[in-house]
């Protein structure tokens, strides 16, 4: 009953800039958290940064200082600015929620290359 779509991904250089959302509808209000996970090829899926109900956020090592993640209640949708991207930050990039009704996004490509 939460469908996410994610939107934004695409080619950028190394140390540009990209901003990814995440539109969320459905039963919006079992969401207890929500949270950006990536997948480079040959890779298992990571947990890029999230942030709770309550607004509490958190990310991975890699892309702390570099990442912020944030939602806008009023609009539906959860976003990650993402600054100074690296190579290594080329990945499909998905949405996830936590709760009653959790639910993945389809996933959103983003290649950071010279």
């Known amino acids: 009953q939460v469908q996410l779509v994610e939107s934004g991904g695409g080619l950028v250089q190394p140390g540009g800039s990209l901003r990814l959302s995440c539109a969320a509808s459905?039963?919006?209000?079992?969401?207890?958290?929500m949270g950006w996970y990536r997948q480079a090829p040959g890779k298992q899926r990571e947990l890029v940064a999230g942030?709770?109900?309550?607004?509490?956020?958190s990310y991975s090592d890699s892309v702390k200082g570099r990442f912020t993640i944030s939602r806008d209640n009023a609009k539906n949708t959860l976003n990650l600015q993402m600054s100074s991207l690296k190579s290594e930050d080329t990945a499909v990039y998905y949405c996830?929620?936590?709760?009653?009704?959790?639910?993945w996004g389809q996933g959103t490509q983003v290649t950071v290359s010279s």
């Open positions: 996830n929620a936590r709760g009653q009704f959790g639910a």
């Open positions: 459905g039963s919006i209000f079992s969401i207890y958290f």
């Open positions: 942030i709770t109900n309550g607004g509490t956020t």
